[in-house]
């Protein structure tokens, strides 16, 4: 599966450099992303994340989940040709989640329709093609989340955007 | 003023790496943002403009008006506090405006307080703190669209954001 896929070939990247109990560090301030190109062998799809999206997605996370445990969630826009994704752009949308039960989640459909209204004023071409999280792992509604971008999407991808700083390299 | 002062002071550290005919000359894919800190010295103010926004400034350049002689502009947001403005974030506006009249001009204020609202949804601390254009040269109705910005802001800053390429150095 396309979502399942980005996230397995990103950790196989770059999971590697974190310990896996991730979890419970603190995010550091100058947090970097790694995520770049994600090749996945089962679709032979491509998927392009362009830098303005790395710098967005640690910016939305600085804003809204520094120094929590929380993590945050965005729309990923962009363009499909022959099994190549190219994430140009990307916005925020309110998300929260029950962290002792992730199957209680609120995502704002309402500010996800205006918002990509209001960018496909300035770029009719972008389209929805998935959605980011900061993870730094997949989650057990991220299935859920999926769902609802179906709606905009026939196969959205979901990429996780490691915005932790690496500790060994 | 103050955004003749961010506009001035960008040139000094900046126009004259450029050839000061550059209207004309084509716009390079690669652009390159230049501008990071002005410091004002008439009103001792400190104007930063994070990365993310020169990024953002040069997408949306590239989105729009990469080829042509047009120059896009936008919302610059952040915070003031102790006479340093911090601009964070940004968002890119519908306008247009006649080549050849500049007092003939278009800026989608309805799609500006929408856009200002959403963003604040993420970030309620960010206010609009002025707007950006690509300049690369102040022009007349620069004075005009400040104008707009007083609405927002009581003294909004005009930051000209050269996204060509560098030709020498």
Do not use: C
């Amino acid at each position: 599966m396309a979502p399942m896929g980005v996230e397995k070939d990103k950790k196989d990247g770059v999971g590697e450099d974190a310990p896996k109990n991730g979890d419970n560090k603190k995010p550091e301030e100058e947090a970097t992303t790694i995520v770049t190109t994600a090749n996945l062998a089962a679709d032979e799809l491509e998927v392009i994340v362009h830098p303005l999206v790395l710098l967005s997605t640690v910016d939305h996370y600085n804003r809204v989940a520094k120094d929590t445990r929380k993590r945050v969630v965005g729309v990923l826009l962009g363009t499909t040709w022959r099994g190549r994704i190219d994430i140009t752009n990307s916005f925020a949308v309110p998300f929260e989640e029950d962290l002792k039960n992730p199957l209680v989640w609120y995502l704002d459909h309402n500010y996800l329709e205006s918002m990509f209204y209001m960018f496909k004023k300035i770029n009719a071409k972008e389209r929805i093609v998935g959605f980011y999280s900061t993870g730094p792992k997949i989650k057990e509604n991220d299935l859920q989340i999926d769902e609802v971008f179906r709606r905009f999407s026939s196969a959205p991808v979901f990429v996780i955007i490691d915005v932790r700083r690496r500790w060994r390299g």
